[in-house]
């Protein structure tokens, strides 16, 4: 509450007229040239994230005219690892001190890392990485998406709650498929969900655009899960190229979740509550096209900026990033609750919402998980378990 | 127990003297659900167009206008034959509006297009379009019509309009997502509520400033659940009513010291708030629970839940 009277002295002093105070967002990415899609269905896309936080940098700067503060947003979108770096580089050198970063944990590390970054803060839009959140954590890098290990509990507490006890696992080749799957097997464990097989799906994709393909991926699927019992197959497939071919495939009759079918995650397009409208059609007006779950991290960490730059008063960006890091800060994100960041590890709490691409399902933490100081860790690493130990 | 069911005898017996009405916009069944205010039954469910929200009663209580949300205008229901009158344009996505005290203007926000838009109701037109923050939402007016107060969700501030030239004259930073915007009856302070905050803010009409912000905290309840919403605050100012969202409950406090009294246990994500005519009752709109609560002001205690149509949103009574 000390920022108002500040606040107000600031819009009473200041004339119409005087020289906005800037603030300038630096948005660092790594735009690898796109792969063939696997489905003619989802266009790749290629402005995914900075989308998000355009849209984010409109509304921070309707914010900002009637406080005096003028927002920029500084893109620096590379193609390749060099490139990132040189531009983070770049940007630094420049005085760029508040980065929005849209880049795989290695290269985040690496630009975190840079001395000239130390009294820089990094908002890490876009990435899910668990070690990101522990033993790689850094105290200067936030992180505005919900982990995997968050994603996984969001879908292991409503199984827990539908009382589908009985899990079949089926996790893809990719590291981050493997990343994805540690988190599903942890949550299982915590929520006393049984794992009654955990079966890497070994089929090679790729020949689905042949004729008489679904001949063969429903005869694989068919012998893939014959023999087997259990009440829901939890699949682990981020890159997306099986995880389709799963439902309606199975021997026995059973649902599919995970990275397909009912999908924990932080934005999906069914979503309409809390509000969610307005920024679903915002953004649908602003980049011709649905949001995704990165362009919403990308909006959540634009629009975080903004809000602390609103509550210090200031654009300095010492100041911005202190209260981000501070016990005041809040995000309202249309998740109905004010979304505030982890003391312990830098992660955004906030609720996860649980839906296929038509319908939003279920929205958890699930009532009945309840926590001693806010229910939303119940998602996630809480603080006595957590392994981040950053250098102060 | 006795008196009331005096009182209900009494009222039962003289049919003219408790001609009043209350009328809940449901948000999600596209109806306007009428009650007796009296026998407290529904006496009719009236269909409406999209998503009604924001209701209004006209001055001269002949009418009642309704934000439809999803179909873009505000519609004009006539209290005589319970049948949509009119039709009024509003801007895109209506969701609040303030009636001006002569009747003749109705302030509208526009979630959509992050404008406040000035309807002159006599006329059926938009006569102008004021800009503020991002997703404008509720609306409040001082009693002597000349100030206008709007807040924005995305932008956490409350706007003050000169009504005369729809100029802005100051723009105060509150919690975050405000919600309702409500003036005193003095016309002194406005109250702003901040659903994701989970605060209200009490603000010096005249000066622009925060005099006060009233924190609430229910023991068993998670902070995350306390979202203010609706606003209502006795004629001698005495006491504010606050509804608090998916706590559930409404918040009960001294309008004077700013002190929460107490905490009353209503119906499902509670959200806006009606005084009944003679201020003895106060009305509350549960969301998830599809019912309304009925207060007993002197009381402090809730003594009915009236079913009501789905997702009910805004109630307004009328004479």
Redesign the interface.
């Given at each position: 509450?000390r920022?108002?009277?500040v606040?107000?002295a600031m819009?009473a002093a200041v004339p119409a007229l005087a020289q906005p105070a800037a603030v300038p967002v630096g948005y660092l990415a790594l735009v690898p040239p796109r792969t063939v899609p696997l489905t003619l269905l989802d266009p790749p896309l290629k402005d995914e994230g900075v989308q998000g936080a355009r849209v984010a940098l409109v509304?921070n700067q309707?914010?900002g005219r009637?406080?005096n503060q003028a927002y920029t947003l500084n893109e620096s979108l590379a193609p390749d690892a060099p490139a990132v770096l040189a531009a983070a580089r770049a940007m630094l050198a420049a005085g760029q001190r508040v980065i929005v970063t849209d880049l795989p944990a290695p290269l985040l590390l690496r630009v975190a890392d840079m001395p000239e970054a130390r009294d820089a803060i990094l908002l890490d839009a876009t990435s899910e990485d668990d070690s990101l959140r522990g033993a790689d954590c850094r105290a200067r890098v936030l992180h505005l998406l919900p982990s995997r290990a968050m994603l996984a509990d969001a879908l292991m507490q409503y199984l827990a709650v539908k009382r589908w006890r009985n899990v079949l696992l089926v996790p893809g080749q990719g590291e981050a498929d493997r990343a994805y799957a540690d988190a599903l097997r942890r949550s299982a464990r915590k929520f006393g969900l049984k794992l009654v097989a955990d079966k890497p799906w070994a089929f090679q994709p790729g020949a689905q655009r042949t004729d008489t393909g679904h001949v063969t991926i429903g005869a694989e699927v068919a012998r893939f899960t014959q023999g087997l019992s259990y009440d829901v197959l939890v699949v682990a497939d981020t890159a997306g190229e099986f995880g389709d071919d799963l439902a309606y495939r199975q021997t026995d009759p059973r649902p599919v979740a995970g990275t397909h079918g009912l999908v924990p995650a932080a934005w999906a397009r069914p979503f309409e509550q809390w509000?969610s409208t307005?920024l679903q059609?915002?953004f649908q007006k602003a980049a011709g096209r649905p949001m995704t779950a990165r362009d919403f991290g990308a909006w959540m960490a634009v629009?975080a900026v903004g809000?602390a730059a609103?509550?210090a008063g200031s654009a300095d960006p010492a100041a911005i990033a202190a209260y981000l890091r501070g016990p005041k800060f809040?995000?309202?994100a249309f998740k109905?609750?004010?979304l505030t960041f982890r003391a312990w590890d830098g992660q955004l709490r906030q609720p996860v919402l649980l839906a296929d691409q038509r319908s939003l399902v279920s929205v958890s933490p699930q009532p009945g998980y309840l926590h001693q100081s806010?229910?939303?860790d119940t998602l996630g690493i809480d603080q006595p378990e957590t392994v981040c130990k950053p250098a102060p | 127990m006795q008196t009331r069911a005096l009182t209900l005898a009494l009222l039962l017996l003289a049919p003219a003297a408790q001609a009043e009405r209350l009328f809940v916009s449901n948000e999600k069944d596209n109806t306007i659900t009428v009650i007796d205010g009296g026998t407290l039954a529904v006496t009719h469910t009236i269909k409406v167009g999209d998503r009604p929200r924001g209701i209004v009663a006209s001055r001269d209580g002949k009418s009642l206008y309704v934000c439809t949300s999803d179909s873009d205008h505000v519609e004009v229901l006539d209290l005589a034959t319970l049948q949509v009158s009119r039709i009024l344009p509003s801007g895109p996505d209506p969701e609040l509006f303030a009636l001006s005290p002569d009747g003749t203007t109705l302030y509208i926000a526009n979630e959509n297009d992050n404008m406040v838009s000035v309807l002159d109701i006599a006329a059926g037109r938009v006569v102008t379009e004021i800009p503020v923050g991002v997703e404008p939402e509720g609306m409040g007016i001082s009693p002597d019509g000349r100030v206008l107060v709007n807040t924005s969700e995305t932008t956490s501030m409350a706007h003050f309009i000169d009504t005369g030239t729809k100029a802005s004259i100051a723009n105060v930073l509150v919690g975050s997502r405000p919600r309702v915007a409500r003036f005193t009856a003095d016309g002194g302070q406005v109250w702003v509520s901040s659903e994701v905050g989970g605060t209200v803010a009490v603000i010096d009409a005249a000066a622009h400033k925060v005099l006060h912000t009233i924190p609430f905290t229910i023991p068993g309840v998670p902070a995350e659940s306390i979202q203010p919403v609706g606003i209502a605050i006795t004629p001698d100012g005495g006491t504010a009513f606050i509804a608090l969202g998916p706590a559930n409950r409404v918040a009960v406090v001294d309008a004077k010291t700013f002190e929460v009294r107490k905490y009353l246990l209503v119906g499902q994500r509670v959200w806006n708030l009606a005084f009944s005519l003679d201020g003895k009752r106060l009305y509350t709109t549960n969301g998830i629970s599809n019912d309304m609560s009925v207060i007993d002001v002197e009381a402090l205690r809730v003594t009915k839940s009236v079913p009501v149509g789905r997702l009910p949103w805004g109630v307004v009574v009328t004479p």
């Open positions: 509450m920022a108002l009277p606040l107000l819009l509304d309707t914010t009637f406080l509000g307005q059609l915002r629009r809000e609103t509550r809040e995000l309202a109905g609750s004010r806010s229910e939303l | -």
